[in-house]
């Protein structure tokens, strides 16, 4: 288990609540950076896009959490489909928006303002399926944060 090599390396005893943090960490690292989406835009979209969040629903996002480091990945290989004009398009999100925009309409209308800030800054137009795919983790995000709050 890669949880054992990094303990015999570093000579540590880590805590098994730590493998999915570490495991994130690996995943992350493994990015490959694409020309047209630089370090400083993804840096200036996710900002804004967890402030957004933040400010929209009055939460404060656990930055070290599993769920923002889900989001923040999801986010990374969302813009890299962008940049690489391979948007997901399988039309099949087309009820499953309407659903969700029923059910959850604070989450829609928060993932819709995020997605033209993306479209905006990138000169993109992202589709229904990003856009349905990005309402899961900015749900995921936003329970996870109300559920912590004291």
């Known amino acids: ?11 540590v005893n880590l805590p098994q609540t730590e493998i999915t943090a570490i495991a994130m960490h690996f995943i992350n690292s493994q990015v490959i950076n694409i020309p047209s989406i630089t370090d400083n835009t993804f ?16 939460i404060r996002i656990d930055q070290n959490g599993f769920s923002y480091n889900r989001f923040i990945m999801h986010l990374r290989y969302y813009l890299i489909r962008i940049s690489e ?9 087309t009820a499953m928006i309407r659903t969700f925009k029923q059910e ?5 209308k928060c993932t819709k303002q995020i997605v033209v800030m ?12 990003e856009m ?3 309402m899961i983790y900015v749900k995921r995000i936003v329970v996870k944060s109300l559920n912590n709050k004291e």
Do not use: R
């Open 104 to 108: 959850s309409p604070k989450i829609y």
């Open 1 to 11: 288990m890669a949880i054992n090599l990094v303990e015999k390396e570093l000579d």
């Open 118 to 129: 993306i479209d905006e800054i990138l000169n993109s137009k992202s589709t229904d399926d």
């Open 85 to 93: 004009n391979k948007q997901i398009v399988d039309e099949a999100s």
């Open 43 to 58: 840096n200036l979209i996710s900002v804004k896009a967890i402030s957004y969040v933040e400010s929209y629903f009055n």
């Open 132 to 134: 349905f795919y990005l």
